[in-house]
């Protein structure tokens, strides 16, 4: 079965071979990791356990995972071939919870043989129901004897996981689904212990989505705090321009390690924009907008601006340049804004629509220059290019409002110094 509505059971994967994108075996599935969460609600499954041929076990996220039927599991993306350790907040449901021993009514007792999951929404996956079986009264079965089964919700026995779990799993598995600036909240207001427990079983996406929203000193402190395998990890997972802004209050030596250690493709990133200073276009830029070349189509562009990664700034425009599209591209040819190409016929191609009066940013340009522009052309993301006509990056108005506000507004905002309440647990939508 594609990925639907429908419930897998995790005993009729186990086994099932991984394909990556090209159709190639990457291994096989192990297990499945999920996180419990609380008020009772079923936990997320976080990803699979994927065994290689080497027998090396790694760990793929649901976000990944494409397709599942009866032979077989696709995935997309580049695969982390680090070896999988588990987290204290994570639990083996094959490992961990088939055979487990639960009571139920009545004081009769059952053995877990199986757990089924399902899509929530798009890549994302939670535990359904439990399928038990009774078991004896003295805990034996006789030959031949199989006993009564029973498949029920999760929610029907809430304490499966809750009871082995400490107040930090409690923690991080609230934390699961708050929006970035609640998670930064809730850490923000951490005795310094507990703070430190949370953050080492936070994933490193969550905890870099937390650092973005956390005042500087703090973001700091917590990072230096890490091991510099960790840090450097969490530091990918960061949007460059974040990436970059942090690494700059590191100690010049720590700052080269972590960049040493970090993915060579993110390092470069985040080294082109420590040349510039901190505001100018160049300091408040991402190196990552849609870039396309002349020669592709609407379909093509708006296929790009749905990805889920982009923030609402990012996806409002398309800047079209000659090959290479990494940052630094080929010649700068002008921009597409969103709103033309949901006007526009699939097949036709952005060079026809191009508009190419709109004067770029320079990476020097400073901050006064910058937010006269956005306001002169009531933009939400702008163009970056360089004396050589490369498109460089380009600045979102978040990031922009960001280095208009005073140095310690994030730090005033956690400490409640502004006018709008806050929920503590806030859903993701």
Known sequence: MSVSSTAVFISRIRGLPVLDASGDQVGRVRDVVIQLRTQGRAPRVKGLVVELFARRRIFVPMPRVHAVDASQVAIEGQVDTRRFSKRDAETLV??????????????????????????????????????????????????????????????????????????????????????PADMARELHDMAPERRAEVVEQLDDEQLADALEELPEDEQVALLTALDNERAADVLEEMNPDDAADLIKELPAEMAEDLLQRMEPD??????????????????????????????????????????????????SMVFICRPPLDTPTGRFLGIVHTQRLLREPP???????????????????????????????????????????????????????????????????????????????????
Do not use: C
């Open 266 to 315: 993110d390092a470069a990133d985040v080294r082109g924009l420590l040349i510039y200073a901190d505001l100018t276009a160049g300091g408040m830029m991402t190196p990552e907008p849609v870039v396309l070349s002349p020669d592709a189509t609407v379909a093509e562009a708006l296929a790009r601006v749905r990805d889920e990664e982009l923030t609402p700034a990012l996806a």
């Open 94 to 179: 094959i490992d961990e919870l088939f055979d487990r021993t639960i009571s139920r009514p009545e004081n009769h007792r059952a053995a877990i043989y199986d757990v089924s999951m399902k899509p929530t929404r798009a890549r994302e996956w939670e535990v359904a129901d439990v399928a038990l079986r009774e078991l004896p009264a003295n805990g034996r079965f006789r030959l031949g004897q199989r006993g009564r089964t029973a498949i029920v919700r999760w929610s029907e026995i809430p304490n499966l996981v809750l009871t082995t779990q400490q107040v930090t799993d409690h923690l991080v598995a609230q934390m699961a689904d708050m929006k």
């Open 347 to 429: 097949s036709v191609m952005v060079s026809g629509m191009l508009d190419d009066d709109l004067e770029p940013l320079h990476p020097h340009s400073a901050l006064a220059e910058v937010s006269r522009y956005f306001a002169t052309y009531n933009l939400v993301v702008a163009p970056v290019v360089n004396s050589e006509n490369q498109l460089v990056g380009a600045v979102a108005v978040d990031d922009l409002v960001d280095h208009m506000l005073p140095e310690d507004w994030r730090g005033n905002q956690m400490d409640g110094e502004d006018d709008e309440p806050h929920s503590s647990e806030v859903s993701r939508g």
